[in-house]
């Protein structure tokens, strides 16, 4: 998610800014995102 204010970006959860390169987002595409395009999307279950 993104958000935004007067003075440009501001991440959601601070901590976990998406605009820095990060093994957990890395993790969260290839497990989570990956699975869930091509188990519950191309089925229509999401």
Do not use: Q
Not at 12 to 41: G, H, N, Q, S
């Amino acid at each position: 998610m993104a958000e935004s204010n007067y003075e440009g970006f501001v991440p959601t959860i601070p901590f976990l800014a998406p605009e820095k390169p990060r093994m957990l987002w890395w993790y969260f595409d290839v497990y989570m995102l990956k699975p869930m395009y091509w188990y519950l999307m191309l089925r229509g279950l999401m």
